[in-house]
């Protein structure tokens, strides 16, 4: 194993509408367990930054603490991100959105960080539909304390150490639904076709965007028993369609295997296109999505795909009516009253 | 009985229940008093409680400008039946009562060494009004006219004074003055006794304004270029917060859009509520947090995360009585070591003590300056006292010309002619480093803001010498930020004694009194207030050349005194501490008592 990361790249590699190249959005060598999930996600990420000709000052990347708190150090090195405290990712980013209402918000959070310590933050971050992206790096475990269980394990779900759980998990995506949040969608570490087009949706959402992500832990969580190793998620998969993500004004040349074919155009103009799998669930229908997610649990699967999408919600900058200039480029003329303005004050005071 | 008439220099206590709008008659009284160019200072001592519980209202009148709380009250008036016998217990001797007589007092509560005035206000009041709401209401307005009546108040004041504040509702003024002549009309009439309470117009306050300090608080952001504030609605800090909403309604709409130039939100606890103000300083905004003791406790770990990531911040801590949910009601000074170390690990915090409304709105402007010149947060300590009762100040003054400063802050420009930005990097050798702004630069001077160690790039690093290296660089900021913050008040150009009285915050209104009657005694100490943490080469001098030093602080473990202690060395036996820890400002008295009891200590061990 090396702990270097080459810094050469072959000179004809592709760029996008920026010309920057797929290595322009990397960032430094991970230093989670080989095989983790998180770095595929952190790999999706990239990947999805890179299509979606992102300007990585443009983005501000921001998560709490733990495994999947880490990972921001390894995607997009040339934006600015910010590690913060356990569990309380959502506030700081709801400060620094409101700081500044032109760049793109990615939170990265695990089941520690978002369903225990950080649950708070998490409801109350979704009743304010902060425009942003929040990806849970989701392995039903505590991996750097060693493999405790989460909220999210499942119950009955067996440790390494051959303890049987015996509480109920929290469904992310459930109880966001629930909540109002109004881009929701759940995926798996290993399916990276679906979960690229996902995270470009998110991108593209005028909203708070929640993508729930299965991502066993190849040392704590992916033992027999367990119903987050990667056999057992692999086994009980259940997409809800085939996606693909289409920006504003692009030839759409995918092509579609057998189904029902869906296009949902988004706040920007892109599209995202899927086939649908399950007749009976309707994305933007809140009440049949809430049903198929608990079909889904009664039915021990995990579903998969954009579960949930509103498009009509104000966010929180429509929400408190904020000027359309950001908030940190106003400058003393636009803020201070000035002496003359004191006058009235201490008048009305005496 | 003394019959000594008392002119512009007498203590009156109201006993009301809370929420029978007795607030804004007592104000009325107390404005009119100010009106007259007479300084007074209100203390309103009010239940944890909406509805139905005691509540006082205590209003010293002081020809010689002493605003600090009195003890012994020259005048009760008590409407209020649960409280009655304890109040009457309370006068003063030579003292007065004015009660409402409709229901005959129990024979136990009289006393023969104070005057009673009988007043049947709900008689009145059920006479002259049907609607059950404005015999309450105006029950009040009534005995602020008997008072006024009994005092010789100029009448002409409280016409000026209802027609501001009910302006826009005229037809208001003349109910309310009807009230006040039923009240003064009845004792014309009625009583015959003696009462030596008086006032007399002066012009003592020439353009002073009366406001309370959260008010002040409020309005210094936005004159400090707040853009974002988020909080948690805790007793005494929620009208900070309210106080820049409705300023930030007059001041921050964007004439053309209508849109606002400010966000307020009002977080799910204080955790979220710290959080949120660090992203938004981080995204390059000034935004502050308005808390007490509880909240500033669940800030603790978000601060210390500020404190070693270096992000400014400006935190608006007005302190009630702890520990826990203590009296949360009532004042104290006790948040201070709390506020000095928040956090774990080895932190050290900004601190400012304002005294006074003008300076609650100097001290909160200043602080976004000093947060963003150290890249760190500042805490501004107040209380309730200060925070949420008026007080008599100067008025509020802006300098027009002065820039805000924004620190070490990178622009594309600056960016564009480095070879590597180094986010840690002390570059001037003050401690200092640059930021940069997310969204400045597509390449350039992005990096990764952590609580966790790094070097001077702001990689993430667990080597010791590089942590190592960065905490010794926060301890040269901290003694950077000496030259910064504003310096300590000294009340003598030489020092005249060799025993000093320090303090801070609202103690200043009682300690200046004090020493005025110390001098009176013959006894000469000289003063100091301190304005900030850490402490300036004012205060390290003070405490250096004086033999003996008094602490005037409100809280029971003596803080300022350990502060002091522990960041300069001073040693115990020189520090000698006066406290007041029973939730209620402190008096000039007090202070007095326990300052001549401890010399006469020390005189007794000196001269042994």
Sequence with gaps: ?350 | MSDKLKINDFVVRFANVNGTGSASANLLFCKAIFRMGIPVTPKNIFPSNIQGLPTWYEVRVSEKGYLGRRDGIDLMVAVNAQSMEADIKSVHPGGYLLYDSSKKLPDHYKRDDIHFIPIPLMEICNETYTDARLRLLFKNIIYVGALAELMHFDFTVFESLLGDQFKGKEKLIAPNLNALKLGSDFIKANYKGTFDLKVERRDLLKDAIMTDGNSACGLGAIYGGATFAAWYPITPSTSVVEAFMEYADEFREEKETGKRKVAIIQAEDELAAIGMVIGANWNGARAFTATSGPGLSLMNEFLGLAYFAEIPLVLIDVQRTGPSTGMPTRTQQSDILEAAYASHGDTRHILLFPSTPKECFDLTATAFDLSEQLQTPVILMTDLDLGMNDHISEPFSWDDSKEYQRGKVLDYDDLEEIQRFGRYLDVDNDGITYRTIPGTHPTKGSFFTRGTSRDEYAAYTENSPAYQRNMDRLVKKWVTAREYVPSSQLYQNQHSSEYGILFFGTSQYAAEEAMDMLKEDKILVDGLRIKSFPFDQIAIDFLQNHKYIFIVEQNRDAQMKSLIMIELGISAEKLISVLNYDGLPITATNIVHQITHSLERVEKYTTV
């Design chain 1, 1 to 350: 194993m090396t702990f270097i990361k080459p810094k050469f790249r072959h000179p004809d590699l592709p760029k996008n509408k920026l010309g920057y190249t797929l290595s322009f959005y990397e960032g430094a060598l991970s230093t989670l367990c080989a095989g983790c999930g998180h770095d595929s996600i952190s790999a999706a990420i990239i990947q999805s930054a890179f299509e979606m000709n992102i300007e990585p000052h443009k983005l501000a990347k921001l998560s709490g603490i733990g495994c999947s708190s880490k990972t921001p150090t390894y995607f997009l090195g040339n934006s600015h991100g910010f590690n913060s405290v356990h569990g309380r990712m959502p506030s700081v980013a709801t400060g620094a959105n409101m700081a500044n209402k032109d760049l793109i918000y990615l939170g990265v959070s695990g089941d520690g960080d978002t369903a225990s310590i950080g649950m708070g933050q998490f409801v109350h971050v979704i009743r304010r539909n902060l425009k942003m992206i929040y990806i849970v790096m989701n392995n039903g475990c505590y991996g750097l304390t060693k493999g405790q269980d989460s909220a999210t394990a499942d119950n009955g779900s067996i440790s390494k150490a051959g303890i049987v759980n015996q509480f109920q998990a929290i469904d992310l995506c459930g109880l966001a639904i629930e909540l109002g949040a109004t881009f929701v969608a759940q995926s798996f570490s290993g399916d990276k076709k679906q979960l690229i087009p996902l995270i470009k949706a998110a991108m593209a959402h005028n909203g708070f965007a929640f993508i729930n992500v299965i991502s066993p832990c190849v040392t704590f969580n992916n033992n027999k028993g367990s119903t987050k190793s990667y056999d057992f998620v692999r086994d009980h998969l259940e997409a809800t369609g085939t996606f693909d993500f289409v920006p504003e004004m692009e030839e759409i040349t995918t092509n579609y295997e057998s189904g029902e074919k869906h296009a949902i155009k988004l706040h920007d103009g892109s599209l995202l296109q899927f086939n649908k799998l399950d007749n009976d669930w309707d994305p933007l229908d809140r009440f049949s999505a809430m049903k198929a997610v608990h079909q889904a649990r009664e039915k021990n699967e995990i579903i998969t795909g954009l579960l949930y999408l509103n498009q009509g919600a104000m966010d929180l900058h429509e929400l408190v009516n904020t000027c359309d200039r950001p908030l940190n480029t106003l400058k003393k003329e636009d803020l201070c009253p000035g002496n003359g303005a004191l006058a009235n004050i201490n008048a009305g005071l005496r």
